[in-house]
Nanobody, 113 residues
């Protein structure tokens, strides 16, 4: 199983980023997937899950600002981040949405003025 995140960077508050996760080594189309994040000194925080049918759920902190999506033909999971806030600064990970599911190495998102 391999999950490789990309797309992170530094943006000003109010900015946008699009994160991508390239998946391989497992049946992506049959796997529920999720995004989580971790800020320094904070516990891992769940952001959003998308199931195999494309049904999505979001944490309150992400609702209305973040959009999760998947492309099963390309084995890719995405997370569109809009209206970013300083408190969104964290390392973002994609993961298989099962207990103990594999997680990537993450991509850093820094929001500051």
């Amino acid at each position: 199983v391999q999950l490789v995140e990309s797309g992170g960077g530094s943006v000003q508050p109010g900015g946008s980023l699009r994160l991508s996760c390239a998946a391989s080594g497992f049946d992506f189309s049959r796997s529920d997937m999720k995004w989580v994040r971790q800020a320094p000194g904070r516990p891992l925080e769940w952001i959003s899950t998308i199931n195999t049918r494309g049904y999505t759920v979001y944490a309150n902190s992400a609702k209305g600002r973040f959009t999760i999506s998947r492309d099963n033909a390309k084995n890719t999971l995405s997370l569109q981040l809009n209206s970013l806030k300083t408190e969104d600064t964290a390392r973002y990970y994609c993961a298989i949405a099962i207990s103990g599911g594999a997680r990537g190495q993450g991509t850093q998102v820094t929001v500051s003025s």
